[in-house]
């Protein structure tokens, strides 16, 4: 049994426009000490989705449906009590903007004390011994005097390590990331992937790592989502994804990147804009955008199946297997046809 | 896709573009105060500490460095938006440090900025049409019907529908309103546009497309662009030549090809070996050379070479005694650095181990790139 097996997930916000269907029909699972990526455009619905696993959204207007099992018990429907025992300490949680999510008015020191007495039966000099043990896991220099510090006083990259911290804790089994690198520089970012990474082997925790990079993704991650407008529209282990990607929008988005091992002149571009989440396209959300759109795809939304000869690689798109791969056989040599 | 390649080739460092503008050891320094009443300066913030480079018409330089690096504030100094500290910016021969607003004004209408957030940098209260006319009421060029004629014409310049005229910047997406304020940059046909990391508040897919719109306008427009932004990834894509900038100082300028291939300073090694590739087996291979600690604060700077407490082939007793000029590593390539990179892709251990010899002097004669 996977740690958590995610099915069909919905989250959907009333407001005053409409209801906003943010996640729409979501299902993955997690394995234990594995790392799953989500990737996907502002918008599409990857935060919102680990939200709602960790019962963060507001209750009010919200409306959420489906499972979210965790170590077979499902997390959407348990009582509050138990979801806080868990939160924090079986599940945790590192958000993308370290500057905010830190309280600026107490010590780095007393907010890692609260986070453990919280879960633990331990003394405060436990607490505060168990805290600067972690600070030097993930590499505070001077951890002694710097528990006594404000956020303030650390940089952007160092309060990453210090939420870092927060979150392993009580040795988590799942560590959800949303974007944790995306507010630091390329030279700090390597610094915290390869912390994260460090951590990953000797804690043995598994990782939802969500991001927009697919740089991130494919050097961190074992198994990759791809969404777009509030679903799935292709998961696969992360070498078929970025070898055979089986979808017009992981193409676009492959091809959209500048990248530093491939030549390109000019970039392949995803014409217009994502959808309005109050009122999606029929059929394939991507349609509108899609360079390869076919009448069956303005009617009938796809499923999202496995392609024929790989039963892990899940798409959503209603193109031949032919044409997808000869389309993703031109992506990789760098020349697909530019979306019209 | 040959006329580009073409066009890219005519442009490379020996090329023959006229200099348009030139910045000779620019600094600003940042005063910091103390005292309510008597206010006196205690220190000084150098973000820009002596900066020299030429662009010449039609190319693109690229500008990258970490945050805190003086990229925005040479940008503002070189547009006259702060007033230089010390050094020189000639722009088309024409020394505009010290320039009046008024004689400041006509040189306005020939460099634009374009800027990183495309939510805070329009007025909310205004029409686009006004947004992308006002520069050109400022400087008189018009009639009120020819300015609304050029203004839907640069609405469609850019990709924009020309009827959204009359719109609200909140009526649009973030890569639409990028489009307003490259439409609003383009308006007085200046020569130099200065884009201040205009796709990083951008999703991928949007960001090629203003990529690409950047592209075209050069192209069409025959626009000079000094290109600022942290992503490796996107000022290759754009750039002509790439100077890389640390704590206010250049450590490496060169064309962009050389720069990606042969780094000679050992902090831009230390950037591209950290950019992640979008390529599992490639990525996973990558031995990023993970930098030590934090930028130093430019309040109070390492002394000599400033990226010397963080470099792993610091030498004690020159490297923080003795400040690397930018040595010479062939033509239009200059990197500050006594112990630069012998070779590119370098291991840790390589890259901790620096060939004995320290660089020699500079000399008239470019160093040999052995």
Known sequence: MALLEVTDLRTHFRTDDGIVRAVDGVSFEVEKGKT?????????????????????????????????????????????????????????????????????????????????????????????????????AVGIPRAERRMDDYPHQFSGGMRQRVMIAMALLNDPDLL??????????????????????????????????????????????????????????????????????HMPYTWGLLGSLPRLDVETERLTQIPGQPPSLLNPPRGCRFHPRCPYVMNICKEQEPELRPISDDPGHLQACHLDEQTKDREAAKLAAGSLAEAS | MSTNASTNADRSYAGTGSELLAVEDLKKHFPVTRGILFQKQVASVKAVDGVSFTVRSGETLGVVGESGCGKSTMARCIMRLLDPTGGKVVFEGRDITRLSRADMRPIRREMMMIFQDPYASLNARKRVGFIVAEALEVHKMGTEAEIKRRVQELLDVVGLNPE??????????????????????????????VCDEPVSALDVSVQAQILNLLKDLQRDFGLTYIFIAHDLNVVRHISDRVMVMYLGKIAELAPRDELYREPRHPYTGALLSAVPIPNPELGRQRKPIVLQGDVPSPLNPPAAC?????????????????????????????????????????????????SSRPQSRPSEEPAPTT
């Open chain 2, 164 to 193: 959204h005229y009359n719109r609200f910047p909140h009526e649009f997406s973030g890569g639409q309103r990028q489009r307003i304020g490259v439409a609003r940059a383009l308006a007085v046909n200046p020569k130099l546009i």
């Open chain 1, 36 to 136: 799953l990526g989500i990737v996907g455009e502002s918008g599409s619905g990857k935060s919102v989705t680990c939200l709602t696993i960790m019962g963060l959204n507001a209750k009010r207007n919200t409306i959420s449906s489906g499972q979210a099992l965790f170590k077979g018990e499902d997390l959407l429907s348990m009582p509050p009590k138990r979801l806080r025992d868990i939160r924090g300490n079986d599940i945790a949680m590192i958000f993308q903007d370290p500057m905010t999510s830190l309280n600026p008015v107490h010590t780095i020191g007393r907010q890692l004390v609260e986070a453990i007495k919280l879960h633990r039966d331990t003394t405060s000099r436990q607490a505060r011994a168990r805290a600067l043990e972690l600070l030097k």
């Open chain 2, 306 to 354: 400033n990226f010397h407490p963080r470099c792993p082939r610091f030498q004690e007793g020159h490297c923080d005694v003795d400040p690397p000029p930018l040595y010479s590593f062939g033509t239009g390539h200059t990197a500050a650095c006594h112990y630069p990179l012998e070779s590119w892709p370098l291991t840790e251990e390589e890259m901790r181990r620096p």
């Open chain 1, 176 to 245: 959800i990331a949303d974007e944790p690198t995306t507010a630091l520089d390329v030279t700090t970012q390597a610094q915290i992937l390869e912390l994260m990474n460090r951590l990953q082997r000797e804690f043995g925790s598994a990782i939802i790592i969500i991001t927009h990079d697919l740089g991130v993704v494919a050097e961190t991650a074992d198994d990759v989502v791809v969404m777009y407008a509030a679903r799935i529209v292709e998961r696969a282990p992360v070498n078929n994804l970025f070898n055979r990607p």
